[in-house]
């Protein structure tokens, strides 16, 4: 009786483009982290990826706030939060990325970490593509489910380019005995990796609601 119910009364929709924000917002900050990892104004692709951090906490305050708020709510309310947190995680790994950054003076980067860097964007235009299509998840299930096989795919990538980094980074620092270069690049390639993480478990509550309401 109560599906029935909610299924005539009216869905309040605008979660749909405050996810399509946020995911765009995401989507700058991994293209300006890869930026700056491929040696493009460091100072202020760092400085972007704060104020877009920023940008993308409000927008998520704005979609708890509007899920209290609503009486009818596109699907399961701890869905739309929980999708929605995990998108702001992975812009929370980049800021924390860029004061380890920041912290360790860093302005150049491996090659293995310029290439973890193209994995990052690639996970974000996934996600981007995906929260677009979840206003009509019926005729967009199947493409939604390939998003997230692709996106676990991306993830698996930057696993193996996480571990080619580390082993790069001892056969260069490792003989000569330079454990703070050592452990700056581990940490590094570590926080890179996190951010994927990230995307495969935005990717995660996507299928999740894809399966409950399909």
Do not use: W
């Amino acid at each position: 009786m109560m599906n029935i119910f909610r299924k005539l009364m009216p869905r309040e929709d605008r979660f749909f483009d405050m996810y399509s924000k946020h995911s765009k917002v995401v989507l700058d900050a991994a293209e300006a982290l890869n930026d700056l990892l491929n040696g493009k104004d460091l100072d202020k692709n760092c400085q972007r990826i704060v104020g877009l951090e920023n940008e993308a906490d409000d927008i998520t305050r704005e979609v708890l706030l509007a899920v209290r708020r609503s009486f009818i709510t596109p699907f399961d309310r701890g869905d739309i939060k929980d999708l929605i947190q995990s998108m702001d995680d992975a812009i929370d790994m980049m800021h924390k990325t860029v004061k380890t950054i920041r912290l360790f003076e860093q302005s150049s980067f491996d090659p293995l970490m310029q290439q973890m860097g193209g994995e990052i964007v690639k996970a974000a235009r996934l996600i981007a593509e995906a929260v677009t299509l979840l206003d009509k998840l019926g005729p967009n299930a199947q493409r939604l489910s390939t998003i997230a096989e692709e996106v676990t795919r991306v993830e698996g990538r930057s696993d193996e380019l996480h571990d080619e980094g580390l082993k790069d980074l001892f056969r260069r620092h490792g003989a000569r005995g330079d454990a703070m270069a050592y452990m700056i690049g581990s940490e590094i390639y570590g926080e890179l990796e996190k951010v994927v993480d990230r995307f495969e478990d935005v990717a995660n509550e996507i299928s999740g609601i894809v399966i409950e309401n399909v």
